[in-house]
């Protein structure tokens, strides 16, 4: 249960590419031209992967129980609408990429590849491959022939696991590194000439730890569902599609977001126990995303315009000495109250911070834009548990991921502001990062994840 503090509460601190296998049609595939919503309307509620299979009864049954009796409710009545909903299908293809200010899934894939290839056309027919790849499996279809579907005497071209399941949301959200356009020095695939100059190299903040095998990469995918096997199955199969020409650096599992852009809802818990996402961009706000989200044609490269800035940071959080301190201090540390989540001085947790009203190292002080010239970013992180840390210790924190229109005037000041005075650096340590720039949405099936960065290249070079 949600603890809630009730309105009488005391106020502390206050006064009071090509399709892949679209060249053979199949009766029981959608039209390749549709967007994932049209064909999640067009099959009259949401899709199960085994139904668009084509295995008719059968498969309807096994969907049916892998569901968990789910897809019972396809057939109409008062429950279909949730069904739908919660299983639906986010559109692949738009102005921006889905994932950033869509509604935020509750499961988390995260993962960074290393390109190991050195030929600028293969890597093309990666990010081709990949983004037919990431349509299909966004819309709720297996990639290619799928994972029966082809040859006998061939690995499937799908690896299975997500047969049966709905598109669960699924989101697929690719960015470019800074070592894509120069590592050491050297131009790798001709893109040099377009590295965004907001691409920086980050610097090392005070209580830093980062673990140079965990951070960076030269792309990075963030898979979300609200489905765990949906999210490891996009990023299981992008890297097999990769083998040869791009290989997982580092990866991250995710659970129970840490933050909304639906501010209707319910904000979630961070492992802390605090309400975390309350102040934060929402997806339907535009202006707000325009203004500090999406970058501009003004800002450049042009490429980029209708892209965005991603940073990661893994942040373990110090689990057991947290457990033991007190309330009072807890809530100190971030400036608002544990059950109601209101800032200091305030009664209701959407009320206006009043920063005055907390302490001067609290987190929500520090980070708020007042404190920082205006800096604004679009949070998007999740909780992680992996395991123990061979000390007793729980090895789990937020994995923190933060979208914004320029990470200089977003992501650093307010780093520098936290790692400087936040009382909370007590319980936390950054022991990952990376940052990465993010394309604009892929408009249609013509279009691929790049294809503008790589025809902008070809212009320079002729
Ligand atoms: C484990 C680390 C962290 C934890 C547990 C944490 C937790 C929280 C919580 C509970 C809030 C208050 C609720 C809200 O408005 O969302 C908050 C606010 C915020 N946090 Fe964090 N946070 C962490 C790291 C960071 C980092 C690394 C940044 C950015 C560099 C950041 C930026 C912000 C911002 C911008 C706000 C909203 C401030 C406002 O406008 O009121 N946080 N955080």
Redesign the pocket.
Known sequence: MRDEATPEAPVPGGPAADQLGADRPRADRPAPEQTAAEQTAAAGASPSRRSLLGWGGAGLALGAAAAGGAAAALGGGSGTQNVASEGAAVPFHGEHQAGIATPVQDRLHFAAFDVTTKDRTALIALLKEWTAAAAAMTAGRPVGEGAVGGLPEAPPDDTGEALGLKPSRLTVTIGFGRTLFVKDGEDRFGLKSQLPEALVELEKFPGDALDPARSGGDLCVQACADDPQVAVHAIRNLSRIGFGRAAIRWSQLGFGKT?STTPGEQTPR?L?G???????IAGTDAPALRKHVWVSDKDGPTWLAGGSYVVT?R?R?RIEPWDRTSLKEQEDI?G?TKGE?APYGRRRERDE?DLKAMPATA??RL???DSNGGAT?L?RGYSFTDGTDGLGLLDA??F?I?YQRDVRTG?VP??RS?ARADV?NEY?QHVSSGLFAVPPGVRDRGDWWGRALFEATERNAS
């Open positions: 933050s961070n802390m605090f309400k975390d996402g309350t102040r934060n940071r942040i959080m971030f608002r989540g911070p987190h929500v980070a708020h834009p970013i949070r924190g937020l923190f933060a992501f307010v780093q936290l909370l936390i």
